[in-house]
């Protein structure tokens, strides 16, 4: 039986060139660096909240922005999720880290627009993940 498919094409593929494979290599060891730095910085809140022995509820949300940042980095390595919504969860909880921290003297107005913000925010991810489209989904076949 023989094999009825065409010979592959000869292409360059851009992922192949050179330039391309040091910006992926630059990439990676930033994110290498930047998983580092988060870890460093979580331990170094625990430590603080250790020696404090005190924990309050701005504490657990710069935790959770920790775990965020290195679930995005996770999901940069293992293509699974979508790696455009990891920021918006950042950005989410960061606000919400802000109006906790800042609640009792910020204007009232003030704690509406940020609340808005995160609702757009968590508007925008739903949309992100209901239209996400499958890279094969626009080839033929």
């Known amino acids: 039986m023989t094999d009825s498919s065409p010979p592959p094409a000869e292409h360059h593929d851009p992922e192949e060139t050179i330039p391309a494979r ?25 430590w603080g909240a250790w020696l404090a022995r005190d924990i309050s509820l701005a504490d657990i949300l ?22 455009f919504v990891y920021p918006i969860f950042i950005a989410m909880t960061a606000l919400a880290r ?10 009232p107005e ?10 757009l925010l968590a508007i925008a991810a739903v ?6 489209v499958a890279p094969d989904r626009f080839t033929d076949g």
């Open 110 to 119: 003030n704690i509406l627009f940020e609340a808005a913000a995160i609702l």
């Open 22 to 46: 040091a910006f992926h290599a630059v990439e990676r060891v930033l994110l290498v660096i930047i998983a580092g730095m988060t870890v460093i910085a979580a331990g170094l809140e625990l």
């Open 127 to 132: 949309i992100i993940l209901k239209t996400r």
């Open 98 to 107: 802000l109006i906790v921290l800042q609640g009792k003297d910020m204007a």
């Open 62 to 83: 710069l935790m959770f922005l920790y775990t965020e940042v290195i679930g995005m980095i996770a999901v940069f390595y293992t293509g699974r999720g979508s790696p």
